[in-house]
């Protein structure tokens, strides 16, 4: 079973891509001591934990998801003390951080790899899978730049040679079994890195990739869960406290190979996208549930999702996130009313919610940008963070050509300091509907939850949550236009709206919700 310390059962999370938080030293990249000093702000809006995209030493060919030592920070985000001050720091607030592990691959400039690129054999030899002599180069197989004849796998580009745990099917000669002598190797080297950071005071990881550790691995992924469950009963027993959220999408797969968190995101399932669109910002013909235009249709979400909650429930938390550095942003076209109502949503369902830096002021795609350092579609997502309308939006006092990507150009670009100001902001909004979860027991984490009413192509969506004897019922309503819900309930008074007016009118099975368009209502029970 996950390990599941008592301190999750209030956390919540906010992402930071490291590079473009603040940069306090002018270099134009984001660092750690930026991090240190944006603490007050973090805690302000209502936050208790941070996870940190990779900041460890690396080429950088992937943005750090090729990680050259993972036992070093990279001076450009600063030093080991600076990473052991924030740590410090961090815990006498009572805050958590959480590092991004990445199993299944290294970059080619790891010292395990440079080894066993070596023709000689040795202890490394086997650490990354290779083929023989006389294999055919194909995708997925680059030549070696050392001295060991044939080919080696790699996972997304060549500079990120996979690190094995064999393939679950053997179809070559050259290919390993999953559960060898050789994979259980591999599995030691990764338990090493976790205990390093763990023991430096760190409470867990975000897990890159979590589900595609075994190759040609088959549903469920069967000896990928057991990959996990040899990694996870040491650490666990070791590190109590320590939890690990995986990027998997599957939560019944997820949570019994030993996460205490997955997110539930637009890969492996198929109801996050439903709700979601962050797909191409351009696409006109995208039909998510949260969209004035109300083309979606939250069903195959409200399916999938209740399924997965009452398999994992009290094993286990779903991870909703507002975005993250991997999909775009919310489209230009979303008015903050939208925002806020994706928002309301997210932060009054159960599991733990994720938000990713900028999202809190309504950052903006920013399309046409070019790649840099491998992010290809992602680069939009990853520009720095605005924190004011001053040079750089604050972010940096480096010339803006040194900066690691571009600020958003457009005067009406959101920030910090005039959102602050601005008590209908979407910035205040994350705080307000933060502190109404943190006040409402049937908010939270581990409050129970159902489904209400939830219909193909059809407006709105309402569930009930429940704990601690407080019972309440949710609907959001996004699309642009009227619309109702006949509920087996009777509800009371209401607790909280935003955007359009609400209207619950008994009915011979329980009310009739008359939902004004772009409208969110909490009811007591």
């Given amino acids: 079973m996950a390990n599941q310390p008592k301190w999750l059962e209030d956390a919540l999370f906010y992402e930071i891509y490291p590079q473009s938080y603040l940069d306090t030293n002018g270099d134009g990249i984001g660092d750690l001591p930026g991090i240190l ?167 867990g990881f975000r897990v890159d990739m979590a589900f595609s550790l075994v190759k040609d691995d088959g549903p469920g992924r069967p000896e990928t869960v057991k990959v996990w469950q040899q990694i996870f009963p040491d650490i666990n027993r070791e590190f109590p406290q320590a939890a690990f959220v995986s990027e998997w999408g ?57 399924d997965f909650f009452e398999k994992t429930k009290g094993k286990g938390y779903i991870c909703l996130i507002t975005g993250n550095h991997d999909i775009f942003r919310r489209p230009k076209s979303l008015s903050p009313l939208d925002i806020k109502l994706a928002y309301a949503f997210i932060y009054t369902m159960p599991g733990i919610p994720f938000l990713y830096y900028g999202d809190e002021i309504g950052m903006r795609q920013q399309n046409g940008l070019d790649p840099v350092e491998g992010s290809m579609f992602r680069t939009g997502a990853r520009t720095p963070m605005q924190w004011d309308a001053e040079k750089n939006a604050g972010f940096s006092a480096s010339d803006a050509d040194d900066l690691y990507l571009p600020i958003d150009p457009e005067e009406n670009r959101p920030n910090v300091a005039q959102e602050e100001q601005d008590p209908d902001s979407i910035l205040n909004f994350v705080k307000e509907i933060i502190a109404l979860r943190k006040a409402n027991p049937a908010l ?11 219909q193909e192509n059809t407006y709105p969506l309402v569930y009930e949550r429940e704990d601690g004897g407080q019972r309440l019922i949710v609907a959001v309503n996004p699309a642009a236009y009227a619309c109702e819900a006949e509920i087996p309930c009777r509800v009371g008074e209401a607790l909280y709206s935003l955007g359009g007016s609400a209207e619950a009118v008994p009915s011979a099975i329980g009310c009739t919700l008359k939902m004004e368009g772009e409208s969110f209502v909490i009811y007591k029970a």
């Fill in 444 to 454: 939270g984490n581990t409050a129970d939850f159902r489904i209400l009413f939830a």
């Fill in 250 to 306: 599957v939560p019944t797969e997820s949570i019994p190979a030993g996460f205490a968190m997955d997110f539930y995101l637009q890969m492996n399932a198929q109801g996050f996208s439903k709700l979601f669109d962050f797909g191409d910002p351009e696409d006109l013909d995208a039909t998510p549930f949260f969209d004035p235009r109300g083309k979606g249709d939250p069903k195959v979400f409200a399916d999938e999702y209740t």
């Fill in 37 to 203: 000093e944006k603490l007050d702000y973090i805690q302000g809006l209502g936050f208790n934990a941070i996870w940190i995209n990779p900041c460890y030493l690396s080429p950088f060919g992937d943005a750090g998801y090729d990680v050259q030592d993972y036992q070093q920070i990279a001076p450009r985000y600063g030093t080991m003390a600076d990473m052991e001050k924030l740590i410090s720091e961090m815990h006498s607030r009572g805050m958590h951080l959480f590092l991004d592990l990445v199993p299944g691959h290294t970059s080619e400039e790891h010292k395990w790899f440079l080894k066993s690129s070596q023709k000689e054999p040795n202890e490394y030899s086997d650490r990354y899978i290779w083929t023989l002599p006389d294999t055919k180069q194909v995708f997925g197989l680059n030549k070696n730049r050392g001295t060991r004849e044939g080919l080696y796998h790699y996972n997304f580009y060549p500079i990120q040679p996979s690190l094995n745990y064999g393939f679950a099917n053997v179809t070559q000669p050259w290919q390993t079994p999953a559960g060898a002598p050789a994979v259980k190797k591999t599995i030691e080297g990764i338990k090493d890195i976790i205990r390093f950071w763990l023991q430096k005071g760190v409470d």
